[in-house]
């Protein structure tokens, strides 16, 4: 097992504190965790990590580890270091039986983030194990609530200030998953489960054995809060959250309850999460909304018993998810159909539009060829017959079985009004001949004009 206090490459490899709850289960395979990694206060070993945001995305992409020494799991930070017999460089080897082995990662820049946690400032890491692979490791972090962890860090320049070890510049080589009777490097944080019964618990840390002889370091006592010590200072206090404030603040989530700082939540898709303010912050920063496990406790005292709530609405969640998938399924079936029926119905409108402008324009054509000796039908009788407004109400029309019509009753239209303009041009030619004799070709062409009844009694 390594002290850690080996130089490699110019740098020294230090292990350092962090922390890691359990969030949500997906499907059984993958368990995601969140991890409180490093912050920037003097650790109990005297080292003081500055820098935090410039290395923050450097966690991205590093493993989590975990060694399983017989029926020890996380048993501590176990492997070799070895000498290349070619080039004489010492390294780190890892292929001993109790060597630590990968069990998760972090996948990506937007899965590390800096947070203001009790004060202090811990880039905390959204990461993954693979629970096919470590089951023993899940279950046991399910039980204990609580495991240390380590993060090793290689150290590339730093400075001292007194006593303490502070460190400018570093590299993440990776985060070890520690049992609760292994003693760290570096202690402080750990890997926890949160538990809901009614209400949201606040975030505690248990601190795993630590040598102060080793450190060198006085003791620290633990801080509380005191009261303003002189007169007319100030005093910062966390703002007090209440859940109607609360709700417009998480549009896309219930607000279940609230304690102190940390809201809980339940996203649209009904997975449990929290979301934790920083002091006096009024501004939810999306991104930092993280699901967790939930618990149920069964019995009282000794005797009571931890169920995981997907243990417990395990079998309502599978019925619901296939509820759902059969919902989705059913919804998409239906987007095909009506979309296949949209377009039948807008085929058939076109249909029947054009059968209404035929029949306008060939029984006005028919009207204008039989009536060409008694009146002359302008081309543009029909015209507002055409317009859309029209063409749309006579393609809607049907008779009492349902059958279209529109295209007939068009054609209705057009004789009537073709009917009426013969009339009309015939009642003009009536007036106009009684209107006007032409005395001159009615004696021209009357042969008893001029006669007395003598002179026709002579020609008799």
Not at 88 to 102: C, K, P, Q, V
Not at 133 to 159: F, P, T, W
Not at 192 to 200: A, C, E, H, P, V
Not at 268 to 278: D, E, L, M, Q
Request: a negative charge; one cysteine or more.
């Amino acid at each position: 097992m390594s002290k850690f206090k080996t130089v490699q490459s110019g740098g020294k490899i230090v292990s350092t504190e962090g922390q890691l709850c359990l969030l949500s289960e997906k499907d059984g395979w993958l368990q995601k965790v969140e991890v409180r990694l490093l912050n920037s206060d003097i650790n109990q070993n005297g080292w003081k990590f500055l820098n935090l945001a410039e290395h923050r995305k450097l966690f991205a992409r590093t493993p989590l580890l975990c060694a399983y020494v017989g029926d020890k799991i996380a048993d501590g930070h176990n492997f070799t270091m070895k000498k290349d017999t070619r080039t004489g460089e010492e390294f780190a080897d890892f292929t001993d039986a109790n060597a630590e082995r990968i069990v998760g990662y972090f996948a990506k820049d937007e899965d590390i983030r800096l947070e203001t946690i009790d004060g202090k400032e811990w880039i905390v890491g959204i990461g993954t194990i693979f629970t096919w692979y470590n089951r023993q490791l899940v279950a046991k972090l399910k039980e204990h609530g609580s495991l240390s962890v380590s993060i090793e860090a290689l150290i590339d320049e730093m400075h001292y200030e007194g006593k303490i070890e502070v460190f400018t510049k570093y590299q993440i080589l990776g985060t070890t998953i520690l049992n609760e009777k292994v003693n760290p490097a570096v202690v402080g944080a750990n890997i926890k489960t949160l538990q809901f019964n009614g209400d949201i618990q606040e975030y505690t840390m248990r601190i795993a054995s630590f040598d102060e002889q080793r450190s060198g370091l006085p003791k620290k006592e633990p801080q509380t809060q005191k009261s303003n010590s002189k007169k007319g200072e100030a005093r910062t206090m966390a703002k007090v959250r209440k859940i109607d404030d609360l709700r417009p603040m998480f549009p896309d989530y219930t607000v279940l309850a609230v304690k102190g700082q940390t809201v809980a939540l339940l996203s649209s898709k009904g997975c449990p999460c929290v979301y934790t303010f920083r002091a006096n912050e009024d501004t939810v920063v999306p991104e930092q909304i993280c699901e967790v496990a939930v618990n149920s406790v069964f019995g009282e005292g000794d005797n009571a018993v931890d169920v995981s709530a997907e243990q417990l609405v395990g079998g309502v969640q599978a019925r619901l998810d296939a509820t759902k998938i059969a919902l989705d399924r059913a919804t998409t079936e239906n987007a095909e159909l009506t979309a296949k029926i949209n377009a039948m119905v807008e085929a058939e409108k076109k249909r029947r539009e054009k059968l209404v402008r035929d029949a306008v324009n060939s029984e006005l054509a028919e009207n204008r060829e039989c009536f060409a000796n008694e009146a002359d039908l302008d081309e543009h009788l029909c015209d507002d017959l055409l317009n859309a407004d029209r063409i749309g109400k006579y393609a809607e029309m049907v008779d009492d079985d349902g059958n279209f019509c529109g295209d007939e009753r068009a054609r209705a239209d057009v004789n009537s009004r073709c009917n009426k303009a013969v009339r009309k041009a015939k009642q003009a030619r009536q007036a106009n001949n009684n209107s006007h004799v032409n005395w001159g070709e009615l004696i021209e062409g009357n042969s008893n004009v001029g006669k007395t009844s003598i002179d026709k009694i002579l020609e008799d």
